[in-house]
């Protein structure tokens, strides 16, 4: 399925484009409230009809609103209301023989393949719907602090007497899309600069493989707490030090595939019958790394997922009032005898969704397929 959809996109740039372009909405949704420098619903009648300044990019309403961030919160709930009606139509009208072909691909993952998809998808939603299904009384705090799990708390409540449950499905939002961000950036630009590597002369390539090496020798952990600690931890920032700390790696990945198949005599025939580069880098060797690519860009989703966890758990990742699932464990884990289910439960939202990824990744039907051909 994943190689007919991307022969598809090889084949029709304005669907390559367009899907590009739903993807970068469904990033613009899952990211809205960090995004928007001031919530839906503020108003500021003082600054009512305002032009655009530094404080209001896109000036304000009748009511005071800051115009920017009621477009990106209503572009977020459009594309909401639509992907659910195209859900709804997809599940009542798709084809038969595609729903068999889904099927077979399915069945082919095995049970711990599906289990991890259910788990990775299951999180997904959370993301995307779950603060706008979810009631937001529980999160607001005012019930018995630490309670214990009950009917009207599932996971109990946290230091301020907040519903745990509400808690976590936020905080969701903050580590499944800043972490979506980051790896797509990583993934991306690694891929990008790799073939670009490839299709280059020697100079061009070894540049900038020495270069990214260089970003490699330095430890992970310590280039994230430099530079939360000399620009602050705000959320570009994160997404934008995970990508970098990442992007070496899927480089290195991208380009060990990619020279190989530069060398295969239909790039070389390409090449001589007067093909550019662009042309090289997109429809001779990209569909043929795309597959190994995804694979990997779930690992190091795993990767930034963690990173970002230990930099909120040591307070330099999502600062309040926001938070991520590494942030409600920091806030809590002080009253871990009294309150124990307020830190585990986003301690095993963690691991849920990096063991998820990890089984669908195993377990996609390609690489099955090569590891019984290899063994």
């Given amino acids: 399925m994943v190689n007919a959809v991307l022969h598809w996109l090889k084949r029709d740039l304005r669907a390559a484009v367009s899907l590009a372009f739903l993807l ?47 477009m990106v919160h209503g572009g977020a709930a459009t594309l909401y209301a639509s992907s659910l009606a195209v859900g709804i139509g997809l599940l009542l009208g798709l084809p038969v023989g595609l729903l068999a072909r889904w099927r077979c691909t399915l069945a082919a993952m095995g049970p711990s393949g599906l289990l991890g998809l259910g788990v990775v998808a299951a999180w997904a939603l959370a993301a995307i719907a779950g603060p706008w299904v979810l009631s937001r009384t529980g999160a607001q705090g005012g019930a018995e602090v630490f309670a214990g799990i009950s009917a009207a708390h599932w996971l109990g409540t946290d230091y301020l007497g907040r519903d745990m449950l509400a808690r976590v499905i936020e905080g969701a939002r903050y580590t499944v899309g800043v972490a979506l961000g980051a790896t797509l950036l990583a993934s991306g630009g690694g891929t990008v600069l790799a073939l670009l590597a490839v299709s280059s002369n020697r100079w061009i390539d070894g540049a900038l493989s020495r270069l990214l090496d260089t970003l490699t ?16 931890a705000s959320m570009p920032l994160l997404i934008a030090t995970a990508a970098v700390i990442y992007t070496p790696g899927a480089f290195r990945m991208a380009r060990s595939m990619a020279v190989n198949i530069a060398a295969m005599d239909y790039v070389t025939v390409a090449r001589s019958r007067g093909e550019g580069r662009w042309y090289v880098m997109r429809r001779e060797i990209l569909p043929n790394i795309a597959g190994p690519m995804l694979a990997d860009l779930g690992l190091r989703f795993v990767y930034v997922v963690l990173l970002l966890a230990s930099l909120s758990f040591l307070g330099l990742g999502i600062q309040p009032p926001a938070a991520d699932w590494g ?48 063994r």
Avoid: C
């Fill in 217 to 232: 020798a330095i430890p992970s952990k310590m280039l994230a707490l430099l530079m939360v600690a000399g620009f602050g």
């Fill in 24 to 70: 970068a909405l469904g990033v613009l949704a899952i990211s809205a409230p960090l995004i928007a420098p001031y919530p839906v619903t503020a108003q500021d009648m003082d600054n009512a009809l305002a032009g655009p300044t530094a404080a209001h990019l896109l000036g304000t309403d009748d009511l005071g609103r800051d115009v920017f961030s009621r």
């Fill in 327 to 374: 942030s409600l464990v920091r806030e809590n884990i002080g009253a871990l005898a009294q309150g124990g289910p307020a830190v585990i439960a986003p301690a095993a939202a963690i691991a849920s969704l990096t063991i998820g990824m990890n089984l669908f990744i195993d377990n996609l039907p390609g690489r099955r397929a090569r590891e019984r051909g290899g």
